[in-house]
């Protein structure tokens, strides 16, 4: 298989995906909404806030890390797991992140990216899109694993398994983070058009 194929198949994959209902822009924004809310609820000032956004944001990268070297793993040895297994390995990453010292160590490498702006409401604004594109990223590659790996989609999704393991999670990671982009986008000027 071709990178185009791989491109236009990962594609495509990823848009029947944002057909769920899951997906549709005003689930999205509410849920997105909700989850800030919650967040800066719970802190007390904006620099706890931004600091909480920081967190959320290191531990995001950490999840779609394991979960792209979960399907680097299924394309090395030619095997579609369990969705179960699956769900089993990003059930646990919570608890790895908090029983490491896995934030206190990355949290400083996601500073310069989340904190952009001169005043603490700009860092706060830019955090806040910093942490929507980190879910979106993190939810559109879990979703595709899943894809992935349901049984009724494992025979069109075999000609992943004749590429490299490292063309295939990049091709896949890429459209992630292109789609999470253009749902930014749509939503944002969606809003600043009402």
Known sequence: ??????AKQTAGILRAVMNQPHWQKDELQKGFSKALLQI???AGSKEIYLESLLRNVTFLFENTNRA????????????FSSQESFHKVMVEVPRQV????????????????????????????????????????????????????HPDNQKPMESYMEYASD???????HYC????????????????SK
């Open 1 to 6: 298989m071709s990178k185009e194929l791989i």
């Open 40 to 42: 800066r609820q719970s």
């Open 68 to 79: 792209k070297a979960f399907l680097k793993q299924c394309i090395e040895e030619e095997k």
């Open 98 to 149: 908090k029983e490491s010292n896995f934030l206190t160590e990355n949290m400083p490498r996601f500073k310069e990216l989340v904190y952009k702006g001169s005043t603490i409401e700009e860092q706060v604004d830019h955090a806040e899109m910093v942490y929507f594109n980190s879910k979106l990223v993190n939810d559109l590659m879990i979703d595709f694993i899943g894809t992935f790996l």
């Open 167 to 173: 063309v295939v999670v990049d091709a896949v990671f």
């Open 177 to 192: 983070k292109a789609f999470s982009g253009f749902i930014i986008e749509e939503i944002t000027s969606s809003n600043v």
